[in-house]
């Protein structure tokens, strides 16, 4: 008897995580890639969003599973009809829900901000299971949140209720910046305010410098 699946993507600036994950949330399989660039741009054309599309849905042929269902969530603005509306991480040039669903021929897709997915995979499977509402923070490459109220992230009119990092940096943190906060706590803010490409780097170089912009952050 088959064992069913969802193939999952987390297509992020850093890197593209992937799984296959059984109804009760159970993980048999899990892939992770850094993400392309090419100067800025990230995952251009969404080449490595495909590329690990492929490999996912081949890792289940491989194991015996049925893949009933195709799920990934992405740095973007994402609206009700799972269509990305910015370009604020990905350099796509074509909807990620094309992409995907011709690859898994037969197989209902979803895309989403994931920002939310995670909200929602917390909301049942972790943190927030049991609570009426909470806030979610995703802190990566960039900085984006989501309501949660009665186990469902709330989404906005417009699919954009997930903005944070659009906020000032506060006066008592830092007196003389002037961008914002995705640029100043982000992953890719805590590096570049570094001097480097990311968190990971700041963490690496260590000293009271590093310690002062992550501490800040």
């Given at each position: 008897?088959?064992?069913?699946?969802?193939?999952?993507?987390?297509?992020?600036?850093?890197?593209?995580?992937?799984?296959?994950?059984?109804?009760?949330?159970?993980?048999?399989?899990?892939?992770?890639?850094?993400?392309?660039?090419?100067?800025?741009?990230?995952?251009?054309?969404?080449?490595?969003?495909?590329?690990?599309?492929?490999?996912?849905?081949?890792?289940?042929?491989?194991?015996?599973?049925?893949?009933?269902?195709?799920?990934?969530?992405?740095?973007?603005?994402?609206?009700?009809?799972?269509?990305?509306?910015?370009?604020?991480?990905?350099?796509?040039?074509?909807?990620?829900?094309?992409v995907l669903s011709a690859l898994a021929l037969?197989?209902?897709?979803?895309?989403?901000?994931?920002?939310?997915?995670?909200?929602?995979?917390?909301?049942?499977?972790?943190?927030?299971?049991?609570?009426?509402?909470?806030?979610?923070?995703?802190?990566?490459?960039?900085?984006?949140?989501?309501?949660?109220?009665?186990?469902?992230?709330?989404?906005?009119?417009?699919?954009?209720?997930?903005?944070?990092?659009?906020?000032?940096?506060?006066?008592?943190?830092?007196?003389?910046?002037?961008?914002?906060?995705?640029?100043?706590?982000?992953?890719?803010?805590?590096?570049?305010?570094?001097?480097?490409?990311?968190?990971?780097?700041?963490?690496?170089?260590?000293?009271?410098?590093?310690?002062?912009?992550?501490?800040?952050?």
């Amino acid at each position: 008897m088959s064992t069913f699946v969802t193939a999952a993507l987390d297509v992020g600036g850093t890197k593209i995580a992937a799984a296959l994950v059984t109804a009760d949330g159970t993980v048999l399989h899990r892939d992770e890639r850094p993400t392309v660039t090419a100067g800025r741009l990230r995952d251009p054309g969404l080449a490595g969003t495909r590329a690990a599309t492929i490999d996912l849905l081949a890792a289940a042929a491989r194991l015996g599973l049925t893949t009933t269902g195709l799920g990934a969530g992405f740095p973007e603005y994402v609206d009700a009809d799972g269509l990305l509306t910015s370009r604020e991480v990905l350099a796509w040039d074509k909807q990620p829900l094309d992409v995907l669903s011709a690859l898994a021929l037969d197989v209902p897709c979803a895309v989403g901000s994931d920002v939310r997915c995670g909200a929602l995979g917390e909301a049942r499977y972790g943190a927030g299971r049991g609570l009426d509402g909470f806030f979610y923070v995703s802190l990566g490459t960039g900085l984006s949140s989501t309501f949660v109220l009665d186990g469902r992230p709330v989404t906005g009119a417009r699919g954009e209720a997930i903005a944070l990092g659009e906020f000032e940096v506060p006066a008592s943190v830092d007196p003389n910046w002037a961008g914002n906060l995705e640029s100043y706590a982000s992953g890719r803010g805590i590096g570049e305010r570094f001097g480097v490409a990311g968190t990971r780097e700041v963490l690496a170089a260590g000293g009271p410098r590093a310690a002062a912009v992550l501490d800040s952050a």
